[in-house]
């Protein structure tokens, strides 16, 4: 932290010493350092390390190079003919370690980390849904970069929060503002942010979910995603609470909250199948049956080719419109419907409103009932050509035999 000239000096003198050994070079990124010092946005003033203003700066020409957005490069380095540049944090500069009040140490190649808030202890959260059918829990494990808190997640067999759906926001929500309540969170930026389960894929440019599903609808704060024109520097997704759960593109050093998401066991929707044999006129079906905790069963049925569940449920009682009977994950169609319907096919994220369906080698699973997604009437929906729909239908009067 070179405060005043003296010290300016003292660490022009080791980085010139670091270069004559050659543990520094000529050319960029080796002939520059980090600085202990950082952009404070709720000040929005430049910081030493140890918290005091930064007075003049020996800014490179042209710097800072994000004045109009800070954050962006959050953090100071200096080349070796001493003139300060801002940075984002990736890069590998060196380290040089200031001693007492005029020893300096000779750098290491490395990149920035912000400091260490205290980390409380896990705390899981399990909050109730009005129809009883939760489906997640939460454990928060304090704060953490982005990188780290997935491996925090992890480490655990669970993931980061992934809210794919309103409701699942709406969990997701419950279970910080307990966190507010507590004080493990607060309303000041950065620990009023969540890390998301979802970042951006450069190769297929499309913004995914960490299970590698396709993210389709976002509740983007406005003016999100901030990096649009070049996401690859903020490729992570974090939620702002605060602001009413709105989702910011993020770069990775941030210190947001740690929430893992975690399957919880649905009192509503405890579900035994089996497959059925095909018969004409309804050759090319398959009936699921799933028992619930309702007053009456649900069916599961794949209909014919085009048609709706309105249709396709006319053999057993009628389509069930209410959210709580279609799947939820993946990993529900796939573990619930295809073993047992002799039925092999990719399966896919979908987001069409006539999903789930399949169309023989891809089977889509998840209909369209995404974050701010309108709503739809989906039973009497028409599948396209060459598709069939899988539809849950009321009672289970009329078997197949």
């Not at 939760?134 to 970069?145: P, Q």
């Not at 450069?202 to 990096?227: F, M, N, V």
Request: net charge neutral; proline share 7%.
């Amino acid at each position: 932290m070179p405060k005043t000239q003296k010290q300016q000096r003292q660490l022009q003198q080791a980085i010139a010493d670091a270069l004559a050994d050659h543990d520094m070079s000529s050319t960029w990124p080796q002939n520059t350092i980090w600085i202990g010092a950082s952009w404070n946005p709720i000040s929005k003033h430049w910081e030493w390390d140890d918290g005091t203003t930064i007075g003049e700066v020996r800014w490179a020409s042209g710097q800072p190079s994000s004045s109009a957005n800070q954050t962006h490069e959050p953090f100071l380095c200096m080349v070796a003919d001493g003139h300060v540049h801002d940075s984002e944090a990736p890069y590998s500069f060196g380290v040089m370690c200031e001693k007492g009040t005029s020893t300096l140490s000779r750098p290491v190649l490395t990149t920035p980390q912000p400091p260490q808030p205290p980390q409380p202890a896990a705390k899981r959260f399990a909050p109730t849904a009005s129809n009883g059918n939760m489906r997640f829990s939460y454990t928060f494990l304090g704060f953490s970069a982005a990188e780290e808190a997935r491996s925090k997640c992890e480490q655990s067999g669970h993931h980061l929060a992934m809210p794919k759906t309103e409701s699942e926001q709406s969990d997701l929500s419950a279970s910080v503002s307990k966190l507010f309540e507590s004080g493990e969170m607060s309303k000041k930026w950065p620990n009023n942010t969540l890390w998301l389960g979802g970042r951006w894929n450069s190769a297929s440019s499309r913004w995914e979910w960490d299970d590698g599903t396709e993210i389709t609808h976002a509740a983007w704060a406005p003016g999100q995603p901030s990096a649009a024109k070049q996401q690859e520097k903020e490729p992570w997704l974090c939620m702002q609470m605060q602001s009413g759960g709105r989702v910011h593109d993020s770069d990775a050093p941030w210190l947001f909250g740690v929430m893992c998401q975690q399957e919880t066991t649905q009192t509503g929707k405890r579900v035994v199948l089996r497959k059925m044999k095909d018969s004409s006129p309804a050759a090319n079906r398959r009936m699921l049956r799933v028992p619930t905790l309702e007053q009456h069963a649900v069916t599961w049925v794949k209909g014919a080719i085009s048609a709706n569940c309105n249709e396709a449920c006319q053999s057993v009682g009628s389509c069930v419109e209410e959210e709580w009977a279609w799947p939820q994950s993946a990993a529900d169609f796939e573990a619930l419907v295809l073993p047992r319907t002799s039925h092999a096919c990719q399966v896919r994220e979908g987001g069409s409103p006539y999903d789930p369906s399949t169309s023989g080698s891809d089977c889509r699973w998840r209909g369209s009932r995404d974050l701010a997604a309108p709503a739809v009437a989906r039973c009497a929906l028409q599948a396209p050509q060459r598709t069939s729909r899988f539809c849950p239908c009321h009672g289970v009067q009329q078997v197949w035999t």
